[in-house]
């Protein structure tokens, strides 16, 4: 019942910036962590950044000083704003989030259920 959608990613020259956004829909009761993976072909899906409800980040270094990760907790949407972008940072991008859902939380259990955006394409190149 929840679905990730996560904006259009795109081509962007090396030093350009491009800003990605997922929403999550349906039930929801609320979203613990949400974040940005990447895999890049042949690579493992790795962690980009993700944040937390009350807003603490977590960045990869690779882009740490690069890319900004933020939330709208009334729209159940991350973005991640992506800056100085470079050919290695190619790869399809994921959206992740944690959703507590009506049941869990009506038992008083604030864990969530990781959900998966369908992933949008990011390539840096000139």
Known sequence: Q????????????????????????????????????RQAPGKERELVADITSGGSVNYADSVKGRFTISRDNAKNTVYLQMNSLKPEDTAVYYCNADVVNYDTAYA???????????????????
């Open 2 to 37: 929840v679905q990730l959608v996560e904006s259009r990613g795109g081509l962007v020259q090396p030093g350009g910036s491009l800003r990605l956004s997922c929403a999550a829909s349906g039930r929801i009761f609320s979203i613990n962590t949400m974040g940005w993976y």
């Open 108 to 126: 008083g259990e604030l864990y969530g259920t990781p959900y998966w955006g369908s992933g949008t394409l990011v390539a840096v190149s000139s």
